[in-house]
DNA sequence: AGCGTGATCTTT
DNA sequence: AAGATCACGCTG
């Protein structure tokens, strides 16, 4: 399957946080090391709107990122332990980002394995700070793109409306109100909702 | 239900 | 300089 290029991901942020659903990133690590997931979960942090959205009060050191080209990866790290792996949409000084909350693992599980320390499949990158474990994502990936040969997306068929579901996005005390999270109902590897 | 863990941001 | 917050995961 063909890669998405750069103008798929010049989209509104909530209109990215959709068509992302269903799609397989791709990282490659050296020793021809080919790290592989589906995409099934995703959440929606835009412009100056949303007090969740860590640009919302102009730019940051922390979130300049998040102003740049569409396909660039904004990574962070979070409660001391987590990394967080976004995608940038938008055009290039509007501020908005995926995040990327869950994938099903499709290649390099046996690597997933060894990150996580666990064989449950369903567990290996159900979570937003477990699936950065799982791919060895950290802030070194932060800024880099999805164009060249370590991280890449593959496009896959688009979903139907029947199968997305939409929530509330998870772990979030500002703008709770915004139904800005997207899953694929009934899949094993969206995350288990915290807090409830 | 509680806590670890550290960067970032706000307030003093 | 100090304090609060945090787009979480694990244990119990």
Same mark, same amino acid.
Request: net charge positive; glycine share 10%.
């Given at each position: 399957?063909?890669?998405?290029?750069?103008?798929?991901?010049?989209?509104?942020?909530?209109?990215?946080?959709? /068509?992302?659903?269903?799609?397989?990133? =791709?990282?490659?690590?050296?020793? &021809? %090391?080919?790290?592989?997931?589906?995409?099934?979960?995703?959440?929606?942090?835009?412009?100056?709107?949303?007090?969740?959205?860590?640009?919302?009060? @102009?730019?940051?050191?922390? &979130?300049?990122?998040?102003?740049?080209? $569409?396909?660039?990866?904004?990574?962070?790290?979070?409660?001391?332990?987590?990394?967080?792996?976004? %995608?940038?949409?938008?055009?290039? &000084?509007?501020?908005?980002?995926?995040? *990327?909350?869950?994938?099903?693992?499709?290649?390099?599980?046996?690597?997933?394995?060894?990150?996580?320390?666990? @064989?449950? %499949? +369903? #567990?290996?990158? #159900? @979570?937003?700070?477990?699936? +950065?474990?799982?791919?060895?994502?950290?802030?070194? #990936?932060?800024? /880099?793109?999805?164009?060249?040969?370590?991280?890449?997306?593959?496009?896959? $068929?688009?979903? +139907?409306?029947?199968? *997305?579901?939409? #929530?509330?996005?998870?772990?979030?005390?500002?703008?709770?109100?915004?139904?800005?999270?997207?899953?694929? *109902?009934?899949?094993?590897?969206?995350?288990?909702?915290?807090? =409830?």
């Amino acid at each position: 399957m063909e890669r998405l290029e750069p103008q798929f991901y010049e989209l509104p942020t909530l209109e990215l946080t959709e /068509k992302l659903l269903g799609k397989i990133f =791709v990282r490659v690590l050296p020793g &021809n %090391i080919h790290l592989r997931g589906r995409i099934v979960e995703t959440e929606a942090y835009s412009g100056t709107g949303d007090e969740a959205c860590h640009a919302w009060r @102009g730019q940051t050191a922390r &979130n300049r990122i998040m102003f740049q080209r $569409p396909g660039t990866l904004y990574v962070y790290f979070t409660y001391g332990n987590h990394y967080m792996l976004n %995608i940038v949409s938008e055009p290039e &000084n509007t501020a908005g980002a995926v995040l *990327i909350r869950a994938m099903e693992p499709v290649e390099g599980e046996l690597f997933m394995q060894e990150q996580r320390g666990t @064989g449950i %499949i +369903t #567990s290996l990158m #159900s @979570g937003p700070g477990k699936l +950065t474990r799982a791919l060895a994502i950290d802030s070194r #990936s932060n800024g /880099k793109n999805l164009f060249n040969e370590e991280f890449y997306v593959e496009n896959a $068929p688009s979903l +139907t409306e029947n199968q *997305i579901g939409t #929530s509330t996005r998870v772990g979030i005390s500002k703008s709770r109100e915004l139904l800005w999270r997207k899953f694929i *109902i009934n899949n094993p590897h969206v995350s288990k909702v915290r807090g =409830v």
